[in-house]
């Protein structure tokens, strides 16, 4: 299995997923969330998981006001 990137989020899937996890990057992994949480990812994945990690690029620790942007 290899990781794709589409539309900016990187996709590993395994033959029939049972379900989707999406796991955003935090504030210092930001931009490689599928490299730096790699072991995480891809033992969900076996298991059956398909995963999806998006990059977010973080410059607050105000959590409130990030999940309140539109």
Request: charged share 5%; aromatic share 12%; net charge negative.
């Amino acid at each position: 299995m290899d990781w794709q990137e589409i539309s900016g989020s990187w996709v590993l899937l395994p033959p029939q997923p049972v379900a989707m996890i999406h796991f955003l990057g935090g504030a210092f992994v930001a931009t490689a969330p599928h490299l730096t949480y790699r072991a995480l990812l891809e033992a969900l994945v076996a298991a059956g998981y398909g995963a999806i990690a998006t990059p977010f690029v973080n410059s607050s620790f105000n959590h409130r006001a990030i999940a309140a942007t539109p």
